[in-house]
């Protein structure tokens, strides 16, 4: 997922852009949209790994710590940075002596599924083309399609990593509109980052700053998405 920090709104919405066009197609950004996620629990499996003073300087400087996976972390999610060598960087720097496999599951079991955002994705993907936008590496999102199938609701993904570039820079965008083969002006970007949610409008699309799963469902009215009945598919009919 995208690791630096953004600034999120506060807003409940944001008003669609003015183009006309009735929508026809959606697109939901992943962490923290479909897939919450916490690095506190990464944290915490790492921190008895770590040589005592480096364990000691984690705990008292929390956000020094994160800085270190953060300088390499846009290498990672633009695929300029395989990830094994992500792994060897970070270990070298931390003193750790982690295989390969174990970095992985303490890098990449982070997420919880939102139940309810996946079944909304369900319903609009009858009605609509559903499409997924994320800034991530291709450990995260194998991990989380492997862990939780059922959002396997979309047609598409635009992935920064196969992108070579990330939200919110305008080839990005330029860039997941063509692989989709859709219009901005029909379009709905969807995104917890109010940052990406403006890079979206800057290229014509309409964009909603997510906040929480009943102000997605209005925001969605106001832009003239007409929500389907909430609806749950078993992974076998996916």
């Not at 846009?74 to 940075?81: F, N, S, V, W, Y």
């Amino acid at each position: 997922m995208s690791h630096a920090p953004r600034n999120h709104s506060t807003d409940q919405a944001d008003h669609p852009g003015s183009d006309n066009n009735a929508i026809s197609d959606i697109i939901f950004d992943l962490g923290n949209v479909l897939v919450p996620f916490d690095w506190n629990r990464a944290i915490q499996r790492l921190l008895p790994r770590l040589p005592l003073r480096v364990a000691d300087m984690v705990r008292r400087d929390l956000q020094s710590f994160k800085q270190i996976f953060l300088k390499r972390s846009e290498e990672l999610e633009t695929g300029r940075l395989p990830f094994e060598r992500f792994w060897q960087d970070i270990c070298d720097q931390l003193g750790t002596s982690l295989s390969l496999e174990e970095f992985r599951i303490i890098w990449c079991d982070i997420f919880e599924a939102n139940e309810s955002m996946i079944d909304l994705g369900h319903a609009l993907a009858t009605e609509y083309r559903v499409w997924l936008a994320s800034n991530t590496c291709r450990e995260h999102f194998e991990w989380i399609i492997h862990r939780f199938p059922r959002i396997r609701f979309f047609r598409s993904a635009a992935l920064s990593y196969e992108l070579g570039t990330m939200k919110p820079a305008p080839q990005y965008y330029v860039k997941a509109l063509d692989l989709f083969d859709i219009s901005p002006g029909s379009s709905v970007f969807i995104d917890d980052i109010r940052e990406n949610v403006e890079g979206a409008r800057a290229v014509g699309m309409h964009g909603i700053v997510f906040t929480g799963y009943e102000q997605l469902v209005e925001a969605l009215a106001k832009a003239g998405v007409t929500v389907p009945a909430r609806r749950r598919l078993s992974v076998e009919r996916l």
